[in-house]
């Protein structure tokens, strides 16, 4: 696990505490104290730690004709990390505009300049911006854990099927699905 980095996706005040994205809130209100724990380790081994945050612009594409509110705006506190996860001063804060974390950003390479070769992905939700940042992180040639626990959907059943179908679908050691316990007992 020495070359591991940690991705936390979109746990931003908007989205986890915004009354008009109440769905996906709730559900990510529920991921504070795993994450708090991921956090905690990964800081205290050295891991990278990095938030990969929602940044629109006012008008962006994103909300073209999809009735959902602009949120997350660039340079507001709604896109910012939510207080329980500090951030600290060695995390990196990465704005994305975009679902991935790798679309329009420089992740790769500073993933690479750190010498990673595994990300480890958690945040919300499941189906859009926690799969697309897992598998872009998977097609940049970087070994991806999902911590299914760890990662939430606006409606459960969704996140369980994306969890139950990636489980299944591709190999480890390149992409694992794993609970946070089992990854902290492998963290040692």
């Known amino acids: 696990m020495n070359n591991t980095a940690v991705v936390i996706v979109d746990m931003l005040k908007d989205s986890v505490y915004s009354r008009s994205r109440s769905g996906i809130g709730?559900?990510?209100?529920?991921?504070?104290?795993?994450?708090?724990?991921?956090?905690?380790?990964?800081?205290?081994?050295?891991?990278?730690?990095?938030?990969?945050?929602?940044?629109?612009?006012?008008?962006?594409?994103?909300?073209?004709?999809?009735?959902?509110?602009?949120?997350?705006?660039?340079?507001?506190?709604?896109?910012?990390?939510?207080?329980?996860?500090?951030?600290?001063?060695?995390?990196?804060?990465?704005?994305?505009?975009r679902f991935s974390a790798f679309m329009g950003t420089n992740l790769d390479d500073k993933l690479r300049g750190m010498g990673v070769d595994t990300i480890v992905v958690v945040g919300i939700g499941t189906p859009v911006c926690v799969l697309t940042t897992a598998l872009d992180g998977l097609a940049h040639d970087f070994r991806v854990i999902m911590l299914e626990d760890c990662c939430a959907a606006f409606r459960q059943e969704d996140h369980e099927a994306i969890?139950?179908?990636?489980?299944?679908?591709?190999?480890?050691?390149?992409?694992?699905i794993m609970k946070l316990d089992e990854f902290l007992n492998q963290a040692g």
């Open 163 to 176: 969890i139950e179908v990636y489980r299944h679908c591709l190999r480890e050691p390149l992409f694992r």
């Open 26 to 97: 709730a559900q990510a209100r529920h991921l504070i104290p795993g994450i708090q724990r991921l956090l905690l380790t990964a800081r205290g081994k050295g891991m990278p730690v990095i938030f990969a945050n929602d940044a629109f612009l006012p008008d962006d594409f994103i909300f073209s004709g999809t009735g959902v509110k602009p949120h997350s705006i660039m340079g507001t506190e709604g896109a910012q990390v939510i207080s329980e996860f500090g951030p600290e001063e060695s995390d990196i804060i990465l704005e994305k505009r």
